[in-house]
């Protein structure tokens, strides 16, 4: 069975009237349901001349659960370090163990399946962070629970604490963990309204106290009083209500979502660096990852950078392809974290210049956020965030590629569209949902709105391709040419619109609003007279001939740069001019590329 509870102890024998390392083990025995599922973890000390009596005892009882370890070490401060000696004994722990009972060796178990009800817990708590109390639950509202000293000032409650809370914030800086654990958690409530505790509402374990732990005695007045003056201090508490803001973090989760489809461990690396190290606090984001089916190399380096990333990755496999990555993105939706507020698609290649730009980012959506209610809008930071698109081509050529969108925005569409680009999916939603809110208002309304403050860059260790050389890159454009047209068609537009009129339905819940209908005299009036204006006509009339002959893509390509060039000059091109330029026309109709004749 697998290790599910680490019990963690600091014994010592001699000079210690408290010590039974014998009847704590044997009420264990008696009192535990599940002992294979139960390790404990010990540390001696090296000058204990009794060390060989507290071994003898662990190998005696070792068959009974699943492991006893044990390590010597140091006395160091003795009863002040015993903090020092959990971070020891962690060092050691099973790695599948999920909760970290720290307990001391003059203990004695009363409640029969103890473990079984402690498991039972565990299996229904949400939350990953969380301790788990052996004794009723005081009332952090009441008057007395804002005493400070009234809170350290305990006898030992031995609190059993989930591994994602110790990996977090650790055992504490003082020898009382059970003390530190319960400042922890008044300033999570005090300042974050998080009650993450959880009680067995039992005795679980009774503690025989000998003459020095009573009250009055020289251990209980000086050490003790020494020891909850370093915990009451100035240094000590701030750091404490710094591991709470710590905690609601990891507690709520991030809240920016970043989703990426990658076929490079060398790019995803640079791509996970930048973000963590341009980031102002990398718990404030995760990111899900696409890779393809069967490659065992991306899911191992994938599982190591989980590790050492202080952000979260989750990734899936698909047999989707460039074309089909939207579905990929769509199914990576459903694995954000729940408290996650901002989704955006960004490529591998994408880097941030600016420094702390996911402060920016979140504070710019909370400012939107409070003016919009509905949470219906998006961010715009690429080259084009300030582009304002006043017709279809417009949301092709200048969408906004990196945007960061609400997440009210992609669950209310479904995810992120059914083709294969989200940037112009969405900005052409974006596109329809203008159309009809302006339907009812006077006023040019706008659900996007740019950030000035982020900059970005590729990444260095981005390899670009030539179309002209590559065979695969010819069938990527080739097929980015057949999605245009697919998407402008009159079935595709009539799907954005409905779209954008769930979006409509999420900011006027009255219903009453009026929307814009896609007919075909709509299509061809509103749509295509615009693309007419554009030079880019020659967009559509070639078309399928190039997708007949892959080897004319470079032919295409130079007639498409000199249609833009000629249209930066003259907002009317010329077609005449153009259609009787034999160079354009005779490269167009070579068979094969210019470049690949020896």
Same mark, same amino acid.
């Given at each position: 069975?697998?290790?599910?509870?680490?019990?963690?102890?600091?014994?010592?024998?001699?000079?210690?009237?408290?010590?039974?390392?014998?009847?704590?083990?044997?009420?264990?025995?008696?009192?535990?349901?599940?002992?294979?599922?139960?390790?404990?973890?010990?540390?001696?000390?090296?000058?204990?001349?009794?060390?060989?009596?507290?071994?003898?005892?662990?190998?005696?009882?070792?068959?009974?659960?699943?492991?006893?370890?044990?390590?010597?070490?140091?006395?160091?401060?003795?009863?002040?370090?015993?903090?020092?000696?959990?971070?020891?004994?962690?060092?050691?722990?099973?790695?599948?163990?999920?909760?970290?009972?720290?307990?001391?060796?003059?203990?004695?178990?009363?409640?029969?399946?103890?473990?079984?009800?402690?498991?039972?817990?565990?299996?229904?708590?949400?939350?990953?962070?969380?301790?788990?109390?052996?004794?009723?639950?005081?009332?952090?509202?009441?008057?007395?629970?804002?005493?400070?000293?009234?809170?350290?000032?305990?006898?030992?409650?031995?609190?059993?604490?989930?591994?994602?809370?110790? @990996?977090?914030?650790? &055992?504490?800086?003082?020898?009382?963990? /059970?003390?530190?654990?319960?400042? =922890?958690?008044? *300033? !999570?409530? #005090?300042?974050?309204?998080?009650?993450?505790?959880?009680?067995?509402?039992?005795?679980?374990?009774?503690?025989?106290?000998?003459?020095?732990?009573?009250?009055?005695?020289?251990?209980?007045?000086?050490?003790?009083?020494?020891?909850?003056?370093?915990?009451?201090?100035?240094?000590?508490?701030?750091?404490?209500?710094?591991?709470?803001?710590?905690?609601?973090?990891?507690?709520?989760?991030?809240?920016?979502?970043?989703?990426?489809?990658?076929?490079?461990?060398?790019?995803?690396?640079?791509?996970?660096?930048?973000?963590?190290?341009?980031?102002? @606090?990398?718990?404030? &984001?995760?990111?899900?990852?696409?890779? /393809?089916?069967?490659?065992?190399? =991306?899911?191992? *380096? !994938?599982? #190591?950078?989980?590790?050492?990333?202080?952000?979260?990755?989750?990734?899936?496999?698909?047999?989707?392809?460039?074309?089909?990555?939207?579905?990929?993105?769509?199914?990576?939706?459903?694995?954000?974290?729940?408290?996650?507020?901002?989704?955006?698609?960004?490529?591998?290649?994408?880097?941030?210049?600016?420094?702390?730009?996911?402060?920016?980012?979140?504070?710019?959506?909370?400012?939107?956020?409070?003016?919009?209610?509905?949470?219906?809008?998006?961010?715009?930071?690429?080259?084009?965030?300030?582009?304002?698109?006043?017709?279809?081509?417009?949301?092709?050529?200048?969408?906004?590629?990196?945007?960061?969108?609400?997440?009210?925005?992609?669950?209310?569409?479904?995810?992120?569209? #059914?083709?294969?680009?989200?940037?112009?999916?969405?900005?052409?939603?974006?596109?329809?949902?203008?159309?009809?809110?302006?339907?009812?208002?006077?006023?040019?309304?706008?659900?996007?709105?740019?950030?000035?403050?982020?900059?970005?860059?590729?990444?260095?260790?981005?390899?670009?391709?030539?179309?002209?050389?590559?065979?695969?890159?010819?069938?990527?454009?080739?097929?980015?040419?057949?999605?245009?047209?697919?998407?402008?068609?009159?079935?595709?537009?009539?799907?954005?619109?409905?779209?954008?009129?769930?979006?409509?339905?999420?900011?006027?819940?009255?219903?009453?609003?009026?929307?814009?209908?896609?007919?075909?005299?709509?299509?061809?009036?509103?749509?295509?007279?615009?693309?007419?204006?554009?030079?880019?006509?020659?967009?559509?009339?070639?078309?399928?001939?190039?997708?007949?002959?892959?080897?004319?893509?470079?032919?295409?390509?130079?007639?498409?740069?000199?249609?833009?060039?000629?249209?930066?000059?003259?907002?009317?091109?010329?077609?005449?001019?153009?259609?009787?330029?034999?160079?354009?026309?005779?490269?167009?109709?070579?068979?094969?590329?210019?470049?690949?004749?020896?």
């Amino acid at each position: 069975m697998t290790i599910k509870i680490s019990i963690l102890l600091c014994s010592r024998i001699i000079d210690n009237e408290n010590s039974n390392l014998s009847k704590m083990f044997q009420s264990f025995v008696d009192k535990t349901c599940y002992p294979k599922e139960i390790e404990f973890l010990i540390k001696f000390d090296k000058c204990d001349s009794f060390l060989n009596k507290g071994i003898d005892i662990v190998n005696h009882y070792k068959n009974h659960f699943s492991d006893i370890k044990y390590i010597i070490t140091d006395r160091n401060k003795g009863y002040r370090d015993l903090h020092l000696g959990y971070e020891d004994l962690i060092k050691i722990v099973n790695k599948n163990s999920r909760l970290y009972w720290i307990i001391s060796d003059d203990i004695k178990i009363t409640l029969s399946n103890w473990d079984g009800k402690v498991l039972k817990l565990l299996e229904s708590k949400n939350s990953d962070y969380f301790v788990i109390h052996p004794t009723h639950l005081t009332n952090l509202d009441s008057e007395g629970s804002h005493n400070l000293y009234s809170i350290v000032n305990i006898l030992e409650t031995y609190p059993i604490f989930s591994k994602s809370w110790i @990996d977090l914030v650790g &055992f504490g800086e003082v020898a009382f963990t /059970d003390a530190w654990c319960s400042l =922890l958690e008044f *300033f !999570l409530y #005090k300042e974050h309204k998080i009650d993450n505790r959880l009680s067995l509402d039992e005795k679980v374990l009774e503690r025989e106290l000998c003459q020095h732990d009573l009250a009055g005695s020289e251990r209980y007045s000086a050490i003790r009083k020494e020891i909850h003056n370093e915990l009451l201090s100035y240094n000590t508490v701030t750091k404490i209500i710094n591991l709470a803001k710590n905690l609601t973090k990891a507690m709520t989760g991030p809240v920016i979502s970043i989703f990426i489809s990658s076929i490079s461990q060398e790019v995803m690396e640079g791509f996970f660096s930048d973000l963590e190290e341009t980031s102002d @606090d990398p718990n404030n &984001f995760e990111v899900l990852v696409n890779i /393809d089916l069967n490659r065992e190399d =991306l899911r191992k *380096f !994938l599982d #190591k950078q989980n590790e050492v990333r202080k952000f979260i990755i989750k990734y899936i496999e698909t047999d989707n392809n460039y074309f089909s990555l939207n579905a990929a993105y769509n199914h990576l939706v459903k694995l954000t974290s729940k408290n996650s507020e901002i989704y955006s698609v960004l490529s591998d290649y994408f880097i941030f210049k600016t420094k702390g730009w996911d402060k920016i980012i979140i504070t710019e959506y909370e400012k939107k956020s409070y003016i919009f209610k509905d949470k219906i809008f998006y961010l715009r930071i690429s080259r084009h965030k300030n582009y304002i698109n006043k017709d279809l081509i417009s949301c092709w050529d200048f969408c906004e590629n990196w945007g960061f969108y609400s997440k009210e925005w992609v669950v209310t569409l479904g995810g992120w569209g #059914k083709f294969w680009c989200p940037d112009a999916t969405q900005e052409i939603i974006h596109f329809y949902l203008k159309k009809n809110l302006n339907k009812n208002s006077n006023f040019n309304i706008d659900r996007s709105f740019p950030i000035k403050e982020i900059d970005f860059e590729k990444s260095k260790t981005h390899k670009t391709h030539s179309y002209a050389t590559n065979t695969d890159y010819k069938k990527k454009f080739l097929g980015e040419l057949f999605f245009v047209r697919r998407m402008l068609s009159y079935k595709s537009l009539k799907y954005f619109n409905r779209q954008s009129i769930l979006l409509l339905n999420k900011i006027d819940k009255t219903g009453k609003m009026k929307t814009v209908k896609i007919s075909w005299r709509f299509f061809l009036i509103q749509n295509i007279k615009q693309i007419i204006r554009f030079p880019k006509l020659y967009y559509y009339i070639i078309l399928f001939k190039v997708a007949r002959n892959p080897s004319r893509v470079r032919g295409f390509i130079m007639f498409i740069k000199k249609i833009l060039r000629n249209s930066r000059k003259s907002s009317k091109v010329k077609y005449d001019i153009l259609l009787k330029d034999k160079d354009l026309l005779n490269c167009f109709d070579k068979k094969i590329f210019p470049c690949d004749k020896k």
